[in-house]
């Protein structure tokens, strides 16, 4: 199993609509949960932390399942602002300095449409 | 508000051949990394830094050094290119070693010919 998987997309959206995206992860022992944003041909930028009680951002809304070993997304209403890839990202739990390392899903990448 | 620069954004290189990626940040931050992008393959951790004189080795190290001689400075070095090493190379950085924001730089483009 890879270490963060997600759906690989696209996701083509009109706007206004509303879109969720799924991640999972292995390694049980993770602490930090992230989703990063990544526009074509750019450098990604943090979209929002993930909390374990679920937290929201304006139209965004992340979720946290430990249990599932599972991470969402959603965006409401959507933009055609909000096309760019969207990264899963979960923090590396091994020995010494590695436990802070971050890995990356693939990404989902969201195209909305007039 | 210069944040992570790296220096050179674009660069082509003959197999064989040697360079250095430069990577600076005025943010004071502790950790600083390395990443790679490729097509399908997400960015996958080359080497990183949890404080100056201290680097260690991350998902994808063989081809490449790195030293971290002072906080600011991250700089990697390709030591004989090969065209498996054309991609996107992103450096990054954190406040500390488990917290914070990673910050990216804007990414250097390489091919190798």
């Known amino acids: 199993r890879k270490e963060v998987e997600q759906d690989p997309g696209p996701f083509n959206v009109p706007e206004g609509a509303t879109v969720a995206f799924n991640c999972t992860y292995s390694?049980?022992?993770?602490?930090?949960f992230f989703w990063y944003r990544q526009d074509c041909r750019k450098e990604p930028k943090l979209l929002m932390s993930?909390?374990?009680s679920g937290n929201e951002d304006g139209r965004f809304t992340a979720q946290l399942n430990r249990a599932s070993q599972y991470i969402s997304l959603l965006i409401r209403d959507s933009k055609l602002s909000d096309s760019a890839t969207y990264l899963c990202?979960?923090?590396?739990?091994?020995?010494?300095?590695?436990?802070?390392?971050?890995?990356f899903g693939k990404g989902t990448k969201l195209s909305v449409k007039p | 508000n210069a944040g992570v620069t790296q220096t050179p954004k674009f660069q082509v290189l003959k197999t064989g051949q040697s360079m250095t990626l430069q990577c600076a940040q005025d943010?004071?931050?502790?950790?600083m990394s390395w990443y790679r992008q490729d097509p399908g393959m997400g960015l996958r951790l080359i080497h990183y830094?949890?404080?100056?004189?201290?680097?260690d080795q991350g998902e994808v190290p063989n081809g490449y050094n790195v030293s971290r001689s002072t906080t600011e400075d991250f700089p990697l070095r390709l030591l004989l290119a090969a065209p498996s090493q054309t991609s996107v190379y992103f450096c990054?950085?954190?406040?500390?070693?488990?917290?914070?924001?990673?910050?990216f730089g804007e990414g250097s483009r390489l091919t190798v010919l």
């Open positions: 990054a950085s954190r406040p500390g070693t488990n917290t914070g924001e990673l910050f």
């Open positions: 390694n049980s022992a993770s602490q930090s």
């Open positions: 993930v909390y374990s």
């Open positions: 990202v979960v923090n590396k739990r091994g020995y010494g300095g590695s436990q802070g390392n971050l890995i």
């Open positions: 943010m004071n931050h502790e950790y």
């Open positions: 830094s949890v404080g100056a004189g201290i680097t």
